[in-house]
C-alpha cells in the first residue's frame, strides 16, 4: 500500500508531511504506519515505516531526525543529525537535508518554515506544551537563525477536535491561571466535564507570537480511524498500545 501523507500549500515549496497511518509494514493495533520507536511495535516495523518516511522526503533514514518527547517547551536546534534523539519537544535547523520530525497520536503536530530565511521547525505541542510555551519557544529559536516572526508559516495538523476531547476541570485552572482568556477554548460537557479546543488553541497562540501565517488541517484523529492513530480512542477501546504518526518537514 502506498503512503497517504497530507500536505499545506501555505509550506510550499518546502517538502514536508502529515503523514497518515496508510502505507506502513506494521500489523495488529499498529496496522499501518506506526513510526514511533516508544511502542510495543516490532523495531524492524518501525524501521521499514522510517524509512519509507525519510524515502518520502527525499533523505536518507539517519537523516529524519525525531525526539524522545516528554511533553515539554524544550526545543532542540540541530545543524547536524545527532546520534541518538534528543529529548524535548520541538526541533529547529537551518541545515538542508535533515528531516525534522515529530511524533503524535491526538496531540498537534506543528510544522513551521520562514522559507526566505530557510529555517525549518517541528514541534510536539500537547496540551501542557501549548501552555508552557513550546509553540513560542520554537519561534524564538527559528529567529535566532535568522527567521523574521512575521514571515513564519505554521500549520497545525491532524489532531484530535474539541468535539472529542474531554477534560477535568483542573486542566480548565491550569490554563485560566495563566490567561483568563484561554476560556474560549472550552465547552460544557457532561457533568463535570469539558471539552477542550487544542488545535484552536494552538492557532490562537501562533497568531498571538506574530507569526505570518497559521492555520489547522482540520483532520481529527480521534474521528477517522481509517487515517489516524489516536491514544484516547485506544484507552476506549481498551488496546494495550497505540501506533504513532509523523510529521515532517526539510528544506
Not at 518516511?53 to 545543524?79: F, M, N, R, Y
Not at 479546543?197 to 492555520?215: C, I, N, T, Y
Request: glycine share 12%.
Amino acid at each position: 500500500m502506498t503512503l497517504e501523507i497530507l500536505t499545506a500549500d501555505p509550506l510550499a515549496p518546502l517538502r514536508h508531511g502529515f503523514f497518515t497511518r496508510k502505507g506502513g509494514a506494521s500489523s495488529g493495533v499498529f496496522a499501518g504506519l506506526n513510526c514511533g520507536p516508544g511502542s510495543s511495535d516490532q523495531a524492524h516495523a518501525v524501521a521499514i515505516n522510517r524509512a519509507r518516511v525519510a524515502g518520502a522526503l527525499g533523505v536518507a533514514p539517519g537523516a529524519l531526525v525525531s525526539l524522545d518527547q516528554v511533553h515539554s517547551a524544550e526545543i532542540v536546534t540541530i545543524d547536524a543529525p545527532p546520534g541518538e534523539r534528543p529529548r524535548g519537544d520541538g526541533l529547529v535547523t537551518a541545515t538542508p537535508g535533515i528531516a525534522l520530525a515529530v511524533l503524535t497520536a491526538d496531540c498537534q503536530p506543528v510544522l513551521m518554515a520562514d522559507a526566505r530565511a530557510g529555517v525549518i521547525a517541528a514541534v510536539h505541542a500537547g496540551w501542557r506544551g501549548t501552555l508552557d510555551g513550546v509553540l513560542e519557544a520554537a519561534i524564538a529559536a527559528m529567529e535566532a537563525l535568522g527567521a523574521e516572526r512575521g514571515a513564519i508559516t505554521a500549520v497545525v495538523g491532524p489532531t484530535i477536535s474539541q468535539r472529542a476531547y474531554e477534560v477535568g476541570p483542573e486542566i480548565l485552572d491550569a490554563f485560566m491561571t495563566e490567561d483568563p482568556e484561554h476560556a474560549r477554548f472550552f465547552a460544557k460537557g457532561r457533568d463535570d466535564r469539558l471539552l477542550f479546543d487544542l488545535p484552536g488553541l494552538g492557532v490562537f497562540r501562533l497568531r498571538r507570537a506574530g507569526v505570518g501565517h497559521s492555520e489547522w488541517t482540520r483532520h481529527c484523529t480521534y474521528e477517522q480511524p481509517d487515517l489516524f492513530f489516536s491514544h484516547r480512542r485506544s484507552v476506549h477501546d481498551g488496546a494495550a498500545d497505540y501506533g504513532r504518526l509523523i510529521s515532517a518537514i526539510r528544506i
